[in-house]
Nanobody, 122 residues
Framework: QLQLVESGGGLVQAGGSLRLSCAAS????????MAWFRQAPGKEREFVAR????????YYTESVKGRFTISRDSAKNTLYLQMNSLKPEDTAVYYC???????????????WGQGTQVTVSS
């Protein structure tokens, strides 16, 4: 079964940057749609961004457009999320996910990492 391990979270001041990484266990990494979701305390898991298989097409939720960049390195089996101009409302646990279709809801993705905490102070 595909395993995903996120890293790169932490505490940052508003306006700062972080880069999240998600290492995948399988070489078939390039054949999947990969995404980042986030979940703040007391809220539902929210779609952030996805990147499509091989074509590198990307899609973002409106609130992060122009600030976040999703990318993938198939040679390293790794997904990234570069987050710039961070805001306190970006505070959440960030999860990477892998699925077979280009969706924007959690049920579209069958494999998940354990999450990494991102905290943005004002």
């Amino acid at each position: 079964q595909l395993q995903l391990v996120e890293s790169g979270g932490g505490l940052v001041q508003a306006g700062g940057s972080l880069r999240l990484s998600c290492a995948a266990s399988e070489r078939t990494f390039s054949g999947y749609v990969m995404a980042w979701f986030r979940q703040a305390p007391g809220k539902e898991r929210e779609f952030v961004a996805r990147i499509h298989r091989s074509s590198s097409f990307t899609y973002y939720t409106e609130s992060v457009k122009g600030r976040f960049t999703i990318s993938r390195d198939s040679a390293k089996n790794t997904l990234y999320l570069q987050m710039n101009s961070l805001k306190p409302e970006d505070t959440a646990v960030y999860y990477c996910a892998v699925g077979d279709r280009a969706g924007s809801i959690a049920i579209d993705f069958g494999s998940w990492g354990q999450g990494t905490q991102v905290t943005v102070s004002s």
